[in-house]
């Protein structure tokens, strides 16, 4: 199991790096003023993929440099480890969930690469704590820049089969990985949260892998869109003064 769980996220960090190319985009410096006590409130419905009986809702929090998330899901595989994701394309189109007709192979499973089509790479890694990652002194904290952490930093799931974070995650504007990260989640309504972990062919993820049943962490179970509840901030308060009916638009102004 545990040659399975390492080379599954080898693969995980090879699908990582490969948006890494794409990123390479210049970054913006520091915070505009603008910027200062604005917050944007969002919220997902977690919805199983692979029939995995999963569900939940997330609550997160864009306040400044600083991103809370916090979510409550039921129904994982208990006692084992779940990592999580905000997942989201790169280009900054809109994600999806993706449908069972991403399984391309038809082997009756939609494996985390045949989900990335629709959801995308991983651009932040829900740890709890918040954990750097990478070799020292270039340790980051962010996805796609540095590959991916243990599954032991992602919180785990007991007997009940409850998952449960609650975490702010701090972006390090002096560092140009976590810049490009903040930019890159910026438009948090158009990323997607993944859990995945469940019991699935070892050949899922692993194609020279045999049919035995093996814990595949990486195999996505919940996927939720993430959308906008409400906003406070400059950019809300301006259009408040032209028309106070287009408020809860506001926060795609931004
Ligand atoms: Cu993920």
């Not at 990123?23 to 913006?28: E, G, H, L």
């Not at 790169?90 to 999806?96: E, N, Q, V, W």
């Not at 049919?211 to 409400?230: F, K, M, N, Q």
Request: glycine share 8%; with cysteine; aromatic share 6%.
């Amino acid at each position: 199991m545990k040659k399975t769980i390492l080379s599954a996220f080898t693969g995980l960090s090879l699908l990582a790096t490969s948006g890494l190319a794409v990123a390479a985009i210049p970054t913006r410096v520091g915070a505009s003023p603008t910027e200062r006590g604005n917050f944007t409130n969002y919220r997902a419905t977690l919805s199983e993929l692979n029939d995995s009986n999963v569900t939940g809702t997330a609550q997160l929090t864009f306040d400044g440099k600083k991103l809370s998330v916090s979510i409550h899901a039921e129904g994982l595989e208990p006692g084992m480890p779940h990592p999580a994701h905000i997942h989201g394309k790169l280009t900054g189109a809109d994600a999806m969930c993706p449908a069972n007709s991403a399984d391309t192979n038809n082997d009756g499973f939609v494996s985390v690469f045949e989900g990335a089509p629709a959801y995308g790479p991983i651009k932040l890694n829900l740890t709890s704590p918040q954990t750097a990652f990478g070799t020292p002194p270039n340790t980051v904290l962010f996805a796609p820049f540095a590959g991916s952490p243990s599954v032991s930093n992602f919180p785990s799931v007991g007997s009940d089969g409850d998952f449960d974070l609650s975490q702010t995650y701090t972006f390090d504007m002096s560092k140009s990985a976590d810049r490009e990260a903040y930019r890159q989640l910026k438009a948090l309504d158009k990323q997607h949260i993944v859990l995945h972990g469940d019991f699935a062919p070892e050949s899922v993820d692993t194609p020279s892998g045999s049919s035995a049943i093996v814990y595949d962490p990486l195999l996505p179970v919940a996927c939720g869109e993430i959308s906008i509840t409400g906003s406070k901030g400059k950019t809300n308060v301006q259009v408040k003064m032209h028309n106070t009916k287009t408020t809860s638009h506001s926060a795609h102004r931004q």
